[in-house]
């Protein structure tokens, strides 16, 4: 069942009309929603161990620290928090993207404590947990609870797609061996680098409590997750690792990085990750939609012009119009 196009004369009125129909299709794609790239689930990590928590202790201890940590995330990129004393304190922590703005930061954090008990499986909670979102991640765990080591790959993705013609590892890897050896100190807030080199896009960050620079510990983390990347994700065009404590990514652009102005806060005209595919994609379906559109305006033209029963009255059409 197409649009009902009613069988009168086309006019220029229902000419503008089409064509604000097709323009509204338009907006519609065009729009991209950064709030819903960032707020993509990436990965989760549920410790087997359940609280054993007759008393509700561990479970309101574990409210109390995601409130802590949501409130702190409307003031700062990073931050970690304890709830409860003794064997049943609770210690956790967030981190933001560094390109995210602080409304976006909060608004990424602010919807994790909710997937917690959906992703780990329901019943007692975990004692130890993280949720990793496209923007931001949160994690927290027992007091006493086994420490994951820092460069521990826990996640990884790798486009399907492989790229064609020859150099292209050699340019992902130079790209990502020169990030990694150029890191600066993050101010507290854990290092974030991205940019460009030769058509690879790279992104890489580490958690605030890592001493920043090339020869710090987040050096030495992006390294690892940088031999990782390159290990698990070999010819593809894009690639993430996730280790404990760092965390990678690249996206390689054949006709050059992509530049999106982000005026609302967040990286002032740098390439980034979530928003450039989401841009990338919705404009294809754009045009796509708005040829889609056109080709029903040029359909409803020649209805209009060839058949009906002609007369300005529009007789022989029968029904089907919009009342």
């Known amino acids: ?92 922590l967030y981190q933001c993207r560094g390109d995210l703005s602080t409304a976006q930061c909060y608004d990424c954090v602010g919807r994790i404590p909710d997937k917690f008990d959906r992703l780990c499986g329901g019943g007692a909670p975990s004692v130890a947990a993280r949720v ?11 007091a006493g609870f086994k420490q994951t080591p820092e460069t521990q790959l826990l996640f990884k993705v790798c486009g399907s797609t492989t790229a064609a013609g020859d150099g292209f590892q050699q340019r992902r890897d130079a790209a990502l061996d020169a990030m990694a050896n150029g890191l600066k100190s993050g101010g507290g807030n ?58 990678v990514s690249y996206t390689y652009y054949p006709n050059g990085v992509p530049i999106i102005d982000n005026t609302s806060g967040g990286g002032g005209g740098k390439p980034h990750t979530a928003r450039t595919a989401a841009i990338v994609v919705g404009g294809v379906a754009a ?22 029963g002609g007369g300005k009255h529009g007789h022989g059409g029968g029904g089907g119009g919009w009342n």
Request: hydrophobic share 35%.
């Open 287 to 308: 045009v796509g939609f708005l040829v889609a559109c056109l080709l029903c305006v040029k359909s409803a033209l020649k209805r209009n012009r060839g058949g009906g």
């Open 190 to 247: 854990g290092v974030f680098a991205t940019g460009s080199y030769q058509s690879v896009f790279y992104l890489a960050q580490c958690e605030g409590d890592l001493s920043g620079g090339g020869g710090g510990e987040c050096g030495n983390c992006v390294k690892s997750a940088v031999e990782a990347v390159k290990t698990q994700c070999g010819g593809s065009i894009g690639g993430q690792a996730y280790l404990n404590k760092c965390y």
């Open 1 to 92: 069942m197409g649009f009902p196009f009613s069988k009168q004369p086309f006019t220029s009125f229902s000419f503008f009309y089409y064509c604000i129909l097709a323009a509204l299709c338009l907006g519609l794609f065009v729009s991209p929603s950064s709030s819903a790239d960032v707020t993509n689930l990436i990965f989760k990590g549920c410790s087997d161990q359940k609280f054993q928590d007759p008393s509700g202790i561990s479970a309101q201890n574990l409210k109390d620290l995601f409130q802590s940590l949501v409130s702190q995330s409307a003031q700062k990129p990073y931050s970690t928090a304890s709830s409860g004393a003794g064997a049943a304190a609770i210690n956790g």
């Open 132 to 142: 990793q979102l496209a923007g931001c991640y949160l994690k927290y765990e027992v």
